[in-house]
């Protein structure tokens, strides 16, 4: 049964930093694709970055291109996410998501974790 657990969200002031992770378990970790995703009150939920954990390989949304660095560490099944010069709009509840199909930032992924909260003060 695949299980993904999000940590590290916190509250900081615009400008700031943080560090989320997720750790997975359940599935052969390397050959699934593996994501953030942020919704905030009253939007849909949206693509943050996506990693092809087999290859490597990154996509990040338009709006936290050179802020967020999304990392994996495949021995030990996790996945972490660099927030830097964080913005208000960043503010939202973040999600890992895992999925075997090379969705990109699609947020059609099978597998969720429960979210950990992101706040960013002005």
């Known amino acids: 049964q695949v299980q993904l657990v999000e940590s590290g969200g916190g509250s900081v002031h615009s400008g700031g930093s943080l560090r989320v992770s997720c750790a997975a378990s359940?599935?052969?970790?390397?050959?699934?694709?593996m994501g953030w995703f942020r919704q905030a009150p009253g939007k849909e939920r949206e693509g943050v970055a996506v990693?092809?954990?087999?290859?490597?390989?990154?996509y990040y949304a338009d709006s936290v291109k050179g802020r967020f660095t999304i990392s994996r560490d495949n021995t030990k099944k996790n996945l972490y996410l660099q927030m830097n010069s964080l913005k208000p709009e960043d503010s939202a509840l973040y999600y890992c998501?895992?999925?075997?199909?090379?969705?990109?930032?699609?947020?059609?992924?099978?597998?969720w974790g429960q979210g950990t909260r992101v706040t960013v003060s002005s």
């Open positions: 998501a895992a999925d075997w199909r090379g969705l990109g930032l699609s947020p059609s992924y099978a597998y």
């Open positions: 990693i092809d954990t087999g290859t490597g390989r990154t």
């Open positions: 359940g599935y052969t970790y390397s050959t699934y694709c």
